[in-house]
């Protein structure tokens, strides 16, 4: 049995992008935001992921622009350390050793060499209460450095970043807990605390939520539960404070923020409506509704020209100005659970699962970026507590991707469940899937199991149902009558339905080939024949539950397994239908890889989850990892590479041709990568690659020798060698530029002019060399005129020796640079060497 030393567990995407508020880069051209246990770094123009900036061992709690240096950028995480990055590079500058988890962290320009953290109060890590604290940064030019120097600002504060906001440029900073506001004055080194009752006398709730300052007056906006937003005045004064309500909210406020020049204050919260206040004219408000998941943060560019809103289903909407939204960078869509399986669609090698309530999400595994998401349910969700709605249960494609079949349930109190079958094909015009069959009341009672026949070559295409009610049901595509053919299409309807003696069917499966059915109807699994639909085999098992079944492949075809309620795991020989082996392991999920004849169980014991790799004709495990993530594993898939890889050694070849991914019970997207693989990955994040839309500038042409390999492949596709142009290194102003200590060069304005002038091409040099150029074009061509003469008076004689006696051998042809240099010494002026002669 092979342990795990060789392959790691990694979160391969899908990590949270709205747990904290993101951070906008100067120029508004990036976006980062924590995500597990990294920051990605986007660009807001294209929406892609440009950097994963990875070094953290744990939970990236907070995520903040450096103040005296507008391209680099901290983070904080729980595991107790502070990194400075060059995020347009992704290059790590500096880790800071605080010794506390930090929980969110605050900077100011006013105070230099210092940033502000949240931490634990006391020695318990687990403690509920909260202090901030400042943090001397060290002098040091070392990579690594420990931080000694922490000292409390403030007590009993919040976690939440929302909670805590600097005001007046770092003048004094507001913290909010509970039903208690505190501000701290920097120069007085005094604090005011402010308190709220509990309730007000409409009954709502006054506890704090979130907090912002006004850039430029003495103002504290505070979000609270009840919906309200009280605006904080004079509160350098205890009892001379005052405050004026805003309410439009009818849920808790989330977030708050302050346009930079502090003319509108920004609200959002469960409604998902961004709301915009006039900060002189409060009644006056904007509204942009319909934003998608309920708004968790909200954050403004510097320039004010964009807006940023973070929701409850882990996307950034990109809003210009509160006018209109103009991109949206999306994550793997979080929802309270995951109801389907795992699916990889044929097409699009994505990966399929529930997304926003009523939708199939298609994401990407390559890109970790939401593809789109597929409108199932087709009705509008209402936000409301209690209400029972449709939801997508079940799914499945079949083998070649043009058939998607989809189960949605709903519930009512008092009333029969509602059950809808929708087969969906996919459209080469529109690149998604549209609705081609419904199929109400499929069957008595929930469905508990829903499969293709997976044969690639098969006439016809089979769908298979199992339900609670006691049946499975066969559906068969039909083919249109020629008549009909344009306007209605291909439709499905009942071809089977089976049962075995009132027993209910909890799941089913086909063989690789599509000749075989299995279904496992409690204690008893039937095989059978899909082309008659004969029962030709019981298969006996110890007692329990049948829960999950699976054929082998390729040269392990002849098993097919099975996990029962009882802990076991049975393997069957379909060719002796008989008990092959059994072992007792409590398996929470068992899955076939379908390019190989691997299979992966997840064994759940001890609050964790192992995994174990084995092909069934074998009697040990290939591969086991103990402890691959807390919590039980229930869903997983195996997604095809899109290259093979290559060279692997033997603990990890059952990587080989696919990828293992599974949801954690955070529902965090994990997977199984080699060292091989993450150290190609960490070498390829630290190379400097230059975009081909960039320029062809001199700086472009300097960069340029970092990518010898791109400029051969290029040249050899091509088949062209063409003379590269000189690269302008043995300059004394680009010398001095680029390899001069930053702190010693003169200003940029002395630096420009002559690194300007050092590019500059002479204009009378330029013509001179146009002019010879020419002359030489003009006599070379009259060369070849008369040459050609010569050879035409020439041609006659040697033809008329060609049939004589042997002559001598004639001199070898000159090539083009000889016959030109020749004629370049014909041109030359000689006369210097008559008159050397005469004398």
């Not at 439709?491 to 059915?517: E, I, N, Q, T």
């Not at 001095?736 to 420009?752: D, G, I, K, R, Y």
């Amino acid at each position: 049995m092979v342990e795990h030393g060789d392959i790691r567990v990694v979160h391969r995407g899908g990590s949270k992008i709205n747990f904290r508020v993101p951070v906008i880069s100067s120029d508004s051209r990036f976006l980062l935001c924590a995500s597990g246990q990294c920051v990605k770094v986007f660009s807001t123009s294209t929406e892609e992921c440009i950097h994963d900036l990875q070094g953290h061992t744990d939970l990236v709690t907070g995520v903040l622009l450096r103040p005296s240096n507008h391209l680099q950028v901290y983070s904080c995480s729980l595991d107790g350390t502070v990194r400075l990055w060059d995020f347009t590079d992704g290059i790590l500058i500096k880790t800071l050793v605080i010794g506390h988890p930090l929980y969110s962290i605050y900077a100011s320009a006013q105070h230099e060499g210092v940033i502000f953290a949240v931490i634990p109060t006391g020695a318990d890590k687990r403690s509920e209460l909260f202090q901030l604290v400042a943090v001397q940064l060290p002098q040091s030019g070392d990579q690594l450095a420990e931080v000694r120097e922490l000292s409390a600002v403030l007590d009993s504060v919040g976690s939440s970043p929302a909670a805590t906001a600097f005001g007046r440029q770092g003048e004094f900073i507001a913290s909010a807990r509970g039903l208690h506001l505190e501000v701290f004055f920097f120069r007085k080194q005094k604090s005011y605390r402010f308190s709220l009752k509990e309730d007000n006398k409409t009954g709502g709730k006054n506890t704090f939520t979130c907090i912002s300052c006004h850039p430029k007056d003495d103002c504290i906006a505070t979000g609270h539960e009840d919906g309200k937003i009280r605006l904080w005045r004079n509160f350098n004064h205890k009892k001379e404070y005052t405050y004026t309500t805003l309410h439009w909210h009818h849920d808790a406020v989330s977030s708050l923020c302050f346009t930079p020049e502090g003319t509108n204050l920004l609200s959002g919260g469960v409604e998902s409506v961004l709301v915009q206040w006039r900060y002189n004219q409060p009644s006056q408000r904007d509204f942009l509704p319909r934003l998608g998941g309920a708004i968790t943060h909200i954050t403004v560019s510097p320039d004010g020209a964009l807006f940023f809103t973070s929701h409850s289903d882990n996307k950034i909407t990109i809003i210009q100005s509160c006018v209109k939204v103009s991109a949206v960078i999306q994550g793997l869509v979080k929802g309270e659970s995951v109801r389907t399986e795992l699916m990889v669609d044929p097409r699009s090698k994505a990966l399929v699962l529930n997304g926003k309530p009523g939708h199939l999400q298609f994401y990407s595994l390559w890109r970790d970026k939401l593809l789109y998401n597929l409108d199932i349910v087709q009705q509008e969700f209402i936000h409301e507590a209690g209400l029972q709605q449709f939801e997508v249960v079940k799914a499945a494609f079949d083998a070649s991707g043009t058939w998607l079949a989809t189960v949605e349930e709903r519930q009512l109190k008092d009333a029969e469940l509602e059950l809808n079958l929708k087969l969906w094909i996919f459209d080469n015009g529109t690149q998604s899937f549209v609705l081609n069959t419904t199929i109400s009341a499929p069957h008595e009672a929930q469905i508990t199991a829903l499969c293709f026949q997976q044969a690639a070559d098969s006439q016809t295409t089979v769908l298979v149902s199992t339900s609670r009610d006691g049946h499975f049901k066969a559906w068969q595509l039909a083919a249109p009558a020629p008549a009909h053919t344009e306007e209605e299409g291909p439709s499905w309807s009942c071809d089977f339905v089976g049962a075995y003696h009132g027993l209910v069917p909890y799941c089913c499966a086909f063989s690789a080939d599509g000749s075989l059915l299995a279904v496992g109807f409690q204690e008893v699994v039937t095989v059978w024949s899909p082309a008659s639909w004969e029962l030709l085999a019981t298969l006996s098992q110890p007692p329990g539950t049948v829960r999950d079944l699976c054929f082998g492949r390729l040269s392990c075809s002849k098993y097919l397994l099975g996990t029962t309620a009882g802990n076991l795991l049975c393997c069957w020989n379909l060719l002796t239908c008989s008990l092959e082996w059994s072992t007792s392991m409590e398996i929470s999920l068992l899955l076939a890889d379908p390019l190989s004849e691997n299979m992966a169980a997840f064994c759940f014991q001890s609050g964790c989850t192992d995994l174990f790799v084995f092909k069934p004709s074998e009697p040990r495990p290939l591969f086991s990892h103990k402890a691959v993530c807390s919590g039980k594993v229930t869903r997983a898939v195996f997604a095809p590479r899109e290259e093979m890889l290559e060279s692997c050694e033997e603990s990890s070849q059952w990587l080989n041709r696919s990828q293992l991914y599974f949801l954690s019970q955070q529902t965090d997207l994990m997977t199984f990568i080699t060292k091989a693989e993450e150290d190609r990955m960490t070498d390829r994040r630290k190379q400097l690659v230059i975009d081909d839309s960039v320029a062809m500038t001199p700086f472009y042409l300097l960069l340029g020798k970092h990518l010898p390999q791109h400029q051969d492949r290029r040249d050899a596709a091509s088949g062209l060698t063409p003379e590269s142009t000189p690269l302008p290194q043995s300059s004394a102003a680009i010398k001095e530029l680029l390899h001069t200590p930053a702190h010693v060069l003169p200003s940029t304005s002395f630096l420009c002019s002559m690194f300007v002038q050092s590019l500059l091409v002479s204009v009378t040099g330029s013509r001179e060399e146009d002019k010879h150029a020419e002359e030489e074009m003009e006599s070379e061509k009259e060369e070849e005129d008369s040459e050609g003469e010569m050879e035409s008076g020439t041609s006659r004689p040697e033809r008329a020796a060609a049939g004589g006696p042997p002559t001598e051998p004639a001199a070898p042809a000159l090539t083009k640079a000889e016959a030109k240099e020749l004629r370049r010494l014909r041109k030359a002026d000689h006369s210097w060497l008559t008159g050397l002669l005469d004398s």
